[in-house]
């Protein structure tokens, strides 16, 4: 079932999802070797544009995105975890010169996701170069064993928290605009 917003899926340079490994033979690179951490996400596809194969999603205010992350193995969980949501309030600082895109800020989350998911319910991070917002909702991978799970345990919250968002700007919006009350007194002295 296609959604209303027509998400896309982003498409890094290499078209492919986002990750940290090495295959490096230092000994510190050995425990990158395995693939055990990866990352995509989705964007409306009026908020980025296909080019070369890729997708180029700009920054700016309004951008959110829905992020999924696959954790297979780390040293914190137990099992598998699956986490899907929303990043929102996504900046790059001016001294962030290798990030133009949302797509670079994927390679960047990867090398800090330590320090950005520590709450993956609340995110709020920020470093000297970017800062970011996001909620995501957090699964056992090996919960979801078919595609109405997958539906009602990840797609379903995700989608909801997304239009929550969406919902809340617009509300926000109302608040801090002015002449839209304006308009809306005129309008209901009429």
């Given at each position: 079932?296609?959604?209303?917003?027509?998400?896309?899926?982003?498409?890094?340079?290499?078209?492919?999802?986002?990750?940290?490994?090495?295959?490096?033979?230092?000994?510190?690179?050995?425990?990158l070797?395995?693939l055990?951490?990866?990352?995509?996400?989705?964007?409306?596809?009026?908020?980025t544009?296909?080019e070369?194969?890729?997708?180029?999603?700009?920054?700016?205010?309004?951008?959110?995105?829905?992020?999924?992350?696959?954790?297979?193995?780390?040293?914190?969980?137990?099992?598998?975890?699956?986490?899907?949501?929303?990043?929102y309030n996504?900046?790059?600082?001016?001294?962030?010169?290798?990030?133009?895109?949302?797509?670079?800020?994927?390679?960047?989350?990867?090398?800090?996701?330590?320090?950005?998911?520590?709450?993956?319910?609340?995110?709020?991070?920020?470093d000297?170069?970017?800062?970011?917002?996001?909620?995501?909702?957090?699964?056992?991978?090996y919960?979801?064993?078919?595609s109405?799970?997958?539906?009602?345990?990840?797609?379903?919250p995700s989608?909801e928290?997304?239009?929550?968002?969406?919902?809340?700007?617009?509300?926000?919006?109302?608040?801090?605009?002015?002449?839209?009350?304006?308009?809306?007194?005129?309008?209901?002295?009429?």
């Amino acid at each position: 079932q296609e959604e209303d917003e027509k998400f896309v899926i982003g498409r890094p340079a290499g078209y492919g999802i986002s990750a940290r490994s090495s295959t490096g033979l230092e000994s510190n690179n050995v425990s990158l070797w395995l693939l055990k951490k990866f990352a995509v996400f989705f964007v409306s596809e009026e908020k980025t544009k296909l080019e070369r194969g890729q997708t180029i999603t700009e920054l700016h205010k309004d951008l959110k995105v829905l992020y999924l992350r696959i954790v297979l193995n780390d040293k914190n969980i137990d099992e598998p975890i699956v986490y899907l949501g929303v990043l929102y309030n996504i900046e790059k600082k001016p001294q962030a010169k290798g990030i133009n895109k949302f797509e670079s800020i994927m390679g960047y989350i990867e090398y800090n996701d330590d320090k950005i998911f520590k709450k993956p319910q609340e995110i709020d991070y920020e470093d000297a170069y970017v800062r970011l917002q996001g909620e995501l909702i957090k699964n056992n991978l090996y919960d979801i064993n078919d595609s109405q799970t997958l539906y009602d345990k990840i797609i379903k919250p995700s989608l909801e928290l997304y239009r929550k968002l969406d919902k809340k700007e617009k509300e926000e919006f109302k608040i801090e605009n002015p002449l839209n009350q304006r308009k809306f007194f005129l309008s209901s002295n009429l």
